[in-house]
């Protein structure tokens, strides 16, 4: 396991989040259960289910 604390302080900066969208996935997935296609649907970024500061925007078509 050694070698894997190395790996892990190494490349942790790199997968800490980077939007409110990534932190939300990182601390809320891992709690959600059993990943059912209903689950993961209430993570997509449009869904209504996220916070709203990590949904994406809807564009009018023009």
Do not use: H, Y
């Not at 997968?15 to 709690?31: I, R, V, W, Y």
């Amino acid at each position: 396991m050694e070698g894997f604390g190395s790996w892990a302080k190494e490349q942790l900066p790199r997968a800490l989040p980077k939007s409110k969208l990534d932190e939300t996935l990182l601390t809320e997935l891992p709690n959600a259960g059993e990943l059912t296609d209903e689950v993961l649907d209430g993570f997509l970024p449009w869904s209504a289910s996220i916070p709203e500061d990590c949904r994406l925007k809807r564009q009018n078509k023009k």
